[in-house]
Structures are given as C-alpha cells and as structure tokens.
C-alpha cells in the first residue's frame, strides 16, 4: 500500500511524539577498549553522554541493531489510514466523484473542488 509522504510525515509526528529511542553506550576503560555496556532513553536532540550517568567513567555511544517492526503488515497501514484515524488527526479527505471533481467526506474545507480546465 502506497501512503503519501505527507501523510507519512504526519503520522509519525503523531506516532512519534511520544516515543524516545533507546541509545546503547559502553565505559571507555583505561587501554580504550570497550567496558560494561547500558542502555539509556534519550532525545534524539538530546547531546550525546560523554558520562557515565552514575559513576561518572567515560563513556562512548555503540551502534547496535536497530529494533524495528518485523510483523508490518497492510493491514495496519489500513488501520493507521483509515477515516477514523485520519479525520482524529485533523486530515481532510476528498473522494473523485467524476470529471475532475472532488467531493469532500470529512475535515475542514469546502464542500467541494474541481481540477481546473487544462489549457
């Protein structure tokens, strides 16, 4: 299933808003090899540790796996973009009801749009 790229953006944002990622950093030991590793929630605009938050040893981030849905299917982006949902998050949506017109079925707007004439 294709979903525009505003709608995309839009429900990310929505998704998204409440969501942090998980940031694996490790203890740089003296010889500058790789110590204990931890997991922190952070901010992506949050600044990178340089600290171990307890100890106070220095620290380096460590790129891992990234942890992303295996089981994605259609019919959770039919879900996701669905009226209900769309119309929630402040979508308007307009359905071709012929020759080049637009007829509104929720949100904000006019009741109607018509694609101008071509030249």
Do not use: C
């Amino acid at each position: 299933m294709n979903i525009p790229d505003a709608v995309r953006v839009r429900l990310v944002e929505a998704i998204g808003e409440f969501q942090m990622p998980i940031y694996i950093y490790e203890v740089v030991l003296p010889d500058g090899t790789g110590g204990e590793q931890f997991e922190t929630l952070q901010r992506m605009s949050e600044p990178v540790l340089t600290v171990h938050p307890e100890s106070g040893e220095p620290v380096r981030r460590v790129i891992g796996v990234p942890n992303a849905p295996k089981t994605w299917t259609d019919s959770q982006a039919k879900t996701m973009t669905s009226d209900r949902n769309l119309d929630r998050m402040g979508f308007t949506k307009y359905v071709r009801s012929g020759n080049g017109k637009y007829e509104k079925k929720f949100g904000k707007g006019p009741d109607a749009i018509k694609k101008p004439p071509s030249e």
